[in-house]
C-alpha cells in the first residue's frame, strides 16, 4: 500500500528480564492506586494480575492463593502449605514478600481477614473467581468488593521498554510460523490437519503455549471466531489464519494473514485490496494524544467508503500483553488518547456470510514518534 515504508515503524529495544526492582516498583504503584482509590486493601488472585505485580505464575487451584495489598502494612502472600516451595522458587522468593502459609483443615479467608484487621473497603482483581470473591466478602464482614481494574489495567497499560522487547520476541515467533503456511496449507487437507501443524510449529518457534489457531477457509472465513473444523480446503478458497501463543516471558503473540489456494474470486480481491488500505492507513495513524475511537474511524471509514461497513462487524483492535486481550480496546466510544507504551492490535475485517471473508492482524505499539510493530510478515495475500 502506498506510503511510509513498513520497517519505518520498526523500532530497536534491548532485550533484558523484567527486574526484582522493577517488581517492587509495580508492587508500590499498586499500593499507592489502591489507597488513592480508598480501599483498605487489594485482593489479587493468580493470573496476569498476580504475574505482572510478582513475577509468580501461580497455578489456579481451588485452593486459595492471593496476593494482599493493604493500607497502612506491608503486602503479604497468601499460600497453601503444599504451594511454599514453588512460591519461594519464583520470584517472590527474591521479592522477600511475607508469605501466610495455610494448612488443609484451616479456613484461609478467615485467616486472611484476620491478618489484614477491620476495613471498610475492598478491592478484587478482575479475574478472581466467585468462589473465592464471595467467600473473602464473607470473611471480611461483608465488605462490598469493587473490581481492581481500575487500579491494574493503568499500570499494565503502559508497557515498559522490557516489555515492549517481550511483545517484538513473540511477534518475531509468530511470524516464523506464518512463514512457514506453504508447508501445510493446501487443497485436500482439512481445517484440523493443518491447525494440527500449526499448533507444533508455534511451540517449536518459541512459545511455550497455544493460546488459539484459527483456520477459516473459504465460508468459513466469513466467521471471525471460527477456530477449525473438518471442512477441505479447496482450491480457490481464501483462508484466514490467525494465530496466537503465549512466550516463556508471559507475553502472548497474536497475528493474523490471508492466504489464498490459487486463484481467489474476484471478488474477494477487491475487498481485499480495500482491507489492506484501511489495515495500513489505521497503524500508520497511531501515535500519542490520538484517541483509540480515532483509530478505530479511520479504518472504518475506508471500508465504509468503499461498500462493505456493514461487513466489518467487530472492533479494530484489542490491547495485548500478559494477556492476549487487555485494555486498550479499539473502539467507537472509547475515547482514551494513545500514549507511549500502549500496545494492541490493528485488526479490521470484512466478511461475506456464506462465501469468504478476510482480516489482516498486526501488534502495534505506540511509541514517542509513531507506531512500532511487533509483526514483519507482509501484509499482501500470499498465494499458495
Known amino acids: 500500500?502506498?506510503?511510509?515504508?513498513?520497517?519505518?515503524?520498526?523500532?530497536?529495544?534491548?532485550?533484558?528480564?523484567?527486574?526484582?526492582?522493577?517488581?517492587?516498583?509495580?508492587?508500590?504503584?499498586?499500593?499507592?492506586?489502591?489507597?488513592?482509590?480508598?480501599?483498605?486493601?487489594?485482593?489479587?488472585?493468580?493470573g496476569p494480575d498476580l504475574r505482572y505485580?510478582?513475577?509468580?505464575?501461580?497455578?489456579?487451584?481451588?485452593?486459595?492463593?492471593?496476593?494482599?495489598?493493604?493500607?497502612?502494612g506491608l503486602p503479604f502472600l497468601v499460600v497453601p502449605e503444599l504451594e511454599i516451595a514453588a512460591a519461594e522458587a519464583s520470584p517472590v522468593g527474591s521479592l522477600g514478600l511475607d508469605l501466610l502459609p495455610w494448612a488443609e483443615t484451616e479456613d484461609p479467608y478467615a485467616k486472611t481477614a484476620d491478618m489484614i484487621g477491620p476495613l471498610t473497603s475492598a478491592a478484587v482483581d478482575n479475574h478472581m473467581w466467585a468462589e473465592k470473591a464471595l467467600p473473602f466478602?464473607?470473611?471480611?464482614?461483608?465488605?462490598?468488593?469493587?473490581?481492581?481494574?481500575?487500579?491494574?489495567?493503568?499500570l499494565r497499560i503502559r508497557k515498559s521498554a522490557d516489555e515492549v522487547t517481550a511483545l517484538r520476541e513473540a511477534g518475531a515467533a509468530i511470524d516464523a510460523v506464518h512463514e512457514r503456511m506453504g508447508e501445510w496449507l493446501r487443497a485436500g487437507r482439512t481445517e484440523r490437519e493443518v491447525a494440527a501443524d500449526i499448533d507444533r510449529a508455534i511451540i517449536d518457534a518459541g512459545h511455550v503455549r497455544t493460546d488459539f489457531v484459527i483456520?477459516?477457509?473459504?465460508?468459513?472465513?466469513?466467521?471471525?471466531?471460527h477456530e477449525v473444523s473438518d471442512r477441505v480446503i479447496e482450491e480457490g478458497d481464501p483462508v484466514v489464519v490467525d494465530i496466537g501463543g503465549t512466550t516463556a516471558a508471559g507475553y502472548c503473540s497474536d497475528e493474523t494473514?490471508?492466504?489464498?489456494?490459487?486463484?481467489?474470486p474476484a471478488e474477494f480481491l477487491e475487498y481485499y485490496a480495500v482491507l489492506q488500505e484501511a489495515q495500513w492507513t489505521a497503524v500508520a495513524a497511531v501515535r500519542p494524544g490520538i484517541?483509540?475511537?480515532?483509530?478505530?474511524?479511520?479504518?472504518?471509514?475506508?471500508?465504509?467508503?468503499a461498500g462493505y461497513g456493514d461487513l466489518f462487524i467487530h472492533r479494530t483492535g484489542h490491547g495485548i500483553g500478559l494477556e492476549t486481550h487487555e485494555e486498550p480496546y479499539i473502539v467507537a466510544g472509547?475515547?482514551?488518547?494513545?500514549?507511549?507504551?500502549?500496545?494492541?492490535?490493528?485488526?479490521?475485517?470484512?466478511?461475506?456470510?456464506?462465501?469468504?471473508?478476510?482480516?489482516?492482524?498486526?501488534i502495534v505499539v505506540c511509541g514517542e514518534d509513531g507506531p512500532l510493530l511487533m509483526n514483519d510478515r507482509p501484509r499482501d495475500l500470499q498465494v499458495l
Open 215 to 225: 483456520v477459516g477457509s473459504g465460508p468459513n472465513g466469513a466467521s471471525p471466531h
Open 291 to 305: 484517541p483509540c475511537q480515532d483509530i478505530d474511524a479511520i479504518a472504518r471509514d475506508i471500508i465504509a467508503g
Open 334 to 362: 472509547n475515547d482514551r488518547q494513545l500514549e507511549a507504551g500502549f500496545a494492541f492490535s490493528i485488526e479490521p475485517g470484512i466478511y461475506r456470510s456464506g462465501a469468504h471473508g478476510a482480516r489482516i492482524e498486526d
Open 137 to 154: 466478602a464473607s470473611a471480611l464482614g461483608d465488605v462490598p468488593l469493587q473490581l481492581a481494574g481500575p487500579v491494574l489495567s493503568s
Open 1 to 46: 500500500m502506498p506510503g511510509p515504508a513498513e520497517s519505518d515503524y520498526r523500532g530497536g529495544m534491548a532485550s533484558s528480564p523484567v527486574s526484582i526492582d522493577d517488581l517492587r516498583r509495580r508492587l508500590v504503584a499498586a499500593q499507592q492506586g489502591m489507597q488513592a482509590q480508598g480501599w483498605g486493601c487489594l485482593l489479587v488472585s493468580p
Open 53 to 72: 505485580l510478582t513475577g509468580y505464575e501461580a497455578l489456579p487451584l481451588e485452593r486459595l492463593t492471593c496476593l494482599v495489598l493493604r493500607d497502612g
Open 257 to 264: 494473514r490471508m492466504y489464498s489456494i490459487g486463484q481467489p
